[in-house]
């Protein structure tokens, strides 16, 4: 599980300062009409994820949405390496990417909570987590030091390649859960009882409105979106005046990316276990 968290967000760091000098080719101004665009096709999207869960047990389609991602880098990768109509391409991109990053961590976690029981998941948890944090310190330092000497597009390879062994890395858990459980008529048994979620395309908003609590975290993601994209526009304005090449930009987002993820894992391995067990949970979110 530490592997396959890993693998993921490498290969999605990888791919995310590719994005933003993608955000920034047509220009800052730009940058709204692709955020609009990230929310149409999110709205479009999540029901069919909604459908997909509501009818296969996600183990079984986990492998296949994978599949279609790995695809769709390569078409990607035909496009950058030979410079076709990059204009439409680069603003596809970014948008593709912003959905990719929400199915693939989302469909990370509901698949630990599928596999492990509610003990096991508060003792293990956090170190499955702490592969995402090397891992968001493993992409950007691939994107970094072989920018200039493979390119852009070759970067898009090498993210694929990685999301291929998260794949295998979902086969192997399969096969060891069922190692553990023993018998066949028990991994039957735990099969069907794992099964699809059921419920409608639109079940888990329906579910968010019934709760204040859950309503109450909607606003504050909402509100930490908010902040975090009025930053992110003067972040890319200021790199779109200093830096004209965008095998420059990458790189200089990849940087960006680095450095922030390794000040993420200082603090999580030296400041919020402390602040936590001080202030508990409300005060240190609010500190």
Do not use: H
């Amino acid at each position: 599980s530490f592997l396959y968290f890993f693998s993921l967000l490498t290969a999605y760091f990888i791919l995310r300062p590719i994005r933003d000098a993608m955000g920034i080719a047509s220009g800052v101004d730009f940058l709204p009409w692709l955020f609009s665009a990230t929310f149409v096709v999110m709205l479009v999207v999540m029901p069919v994820y909604g459908a997909l869960v509501s009818r296969f047990p996600r183990r079984k389609f986990i492998p296949y949405v994978y599949l279609f991602f790995i695809l769709n880098l390569l078409l990607f990768w035909y496009f950058f390496a030979y410079n076709i109509r990059m204009d439409i391409v680069a603003q596809i991109f970014f948008v593709w990417l912003s959905v990719f990053n929400v199915f693939v961590v989302s469909i990370f976690w509901s698949f630990m909570v599928d596999i492990y029981k509610s003990d096991d998941s508060k003792a293990l948890f956090g170190l499955i987590a702490s592969g995402g944090t090397i891992g968001g310190i493993a992409g950007p330092s691939i994107v970094t030091l072989f920018t200039e000497t493979i390119g852009t597009e070759s970067l898009l390879l090498i993210s694929a390649a990685i999301l291929l062994f998260a794949i295998f890395c979902v086969f192997k858990l399969v096969a060891l859960r069922k190692e553990k459980i023993g018998n066949t008529d028990e991994i039957n048994e735990t099969e069907n009882k794992a099964g699809a979620i059921g419920g409608g395309v639109w079940a888990g908003v329906i579910e968010v409105l019934k709760s204040r609590y859950l309503v109450g975290i909607s606003a504050l993601v909402f509100l930490l979106s908010l902040t975090a994209t009025f930053a992110y526009f003067q972040q890319g304005s200021l790199i779109y005046e200093a830096y004209p090449q965008t095998d420059e930009r990458v790189q200089v987002f990849g940087q960006i990316d680095l450095y922030v993820s390794m000040i993420a894992l200082v603090f999580q391995v030296f400041v919020a276990g402390p602040v936590l067990s001080s202030f508990g949970v409300k005060g240190g979110i609010i500190i």
